[in-house]
């Protein structure tokens, strides 16, 4: 029995607890003494701070008035002067309001010789026009015929075509038949305006439609000539294009 009470009694006087103690103190003043160090380290925030701290805190790259090279910048300017160096969009689209008023100039005045590197060009906004006002004039008149025009369009064109790449050496595409066919019914366009104001199923009607028949035809055989290089095959190019312009004649007149 005084052996377990002496054994107890040696239990509690052993260092376990204050060496626990001991070492809670020394970890704390060490907690305390690292943090009053790096309170004394971190400047105040209206205190003079060294330049050596900055500098060696934050490392700065470059000189005083140039800014330091940042490449997100350079790619966002690059795209910018990419992006205004494009063209704009009628040009991306085709449309050229410049060469649409010569072609029509050329149509209008078939004497004026055409010139062929504007004529070889596919632009369809003018015959897309020119085919929608001879529809628009006709409706006035009374007639709806937009299916007509844009039938005998579509076929005659695919006829032509297959002829003048018979015709010629060169070849030509369909959109440049197209665009010259379309804009050589500029004068058709003017007969069917005729026709909403008086009647054309006479003789004044008759010989008026032969005249647009043959201005028509004239024009577009002169651009043909000129484009593919065809001399002295003009009256053999006008005479399908005259049967084509006579089918819209026969539109517009009945």
């Known amino acids: 029995m005084s052996n377990f009470e002496q054994s107890e009694s040696d239990f509690y006087q052993s260092n376990y607890a204050t060496d626990i103690q001991d070492q809670g103190y020394s970890d704390s003043g060490r907690i305390y003494h690292s943090s009053q160090f790096s309170a004394q380290e971190s400047p105040q925030p209206g205190a003079f701070v060294p330049l050596e701290m900055l500098s060696s805190s934050q490392s700065y790259i470059g000189q005083i008035l140039q800014p330091t090279y940042n490449p997100e910048f350079l790619s966002q300017s690059s795209y910018a002067d990419s992006f205004d160096e494009e063209p704009p969009l009628l040009e991306e689209l085709g449309i050229n309001f410049d060469h649409i008023w ?33 529809g628009a004039t006709l409706l006035l008149a009374g007639k709806v015929h937009f299916g007509y025009v844009y ?104």
């Not at 030509?172 to 058709?188: D, F, I, K, Q, T």
């Open 151 to 254: 039938g005998i369009s579509a076929v005659g064109c695919l006829g032509i075509h297959a002829l003048l790449n018979l015709m010629s050496i060169a070849g030509v595409s369909y959109g440049c038949v197209a665009s010259v066919l379309g804009y050589c019914l500029l004068p058709m366009v003017v007969l069917s305006s005729c026709a909403v104001f008086f009647s054309l199923q006479g003789i004044l009607g008759t010989l008026l439609a032969l005249i647009i028949i043959g201005w028509c035809s004239l024009s577009a055989s002169k651009i043909f000539i000129s484009a593919l290089a065809m001399e002295g095959q003009q009256l053999l190019v006008a005479y399908p294009c005259a049967l084509l312009y006579g089918l819209f004649a026969l539109l517009t007149v009945f």
């Open 102 to 134: 010569q072609k029509t100039l050329t149509v209008l005045n078939p004497i004026k010789p055409a010139d062929g590197s504007i004529m070889n060009e596919t632009d369809l906004t003018g015959p897309m026009v020119f085919c929608l006002a001879l």
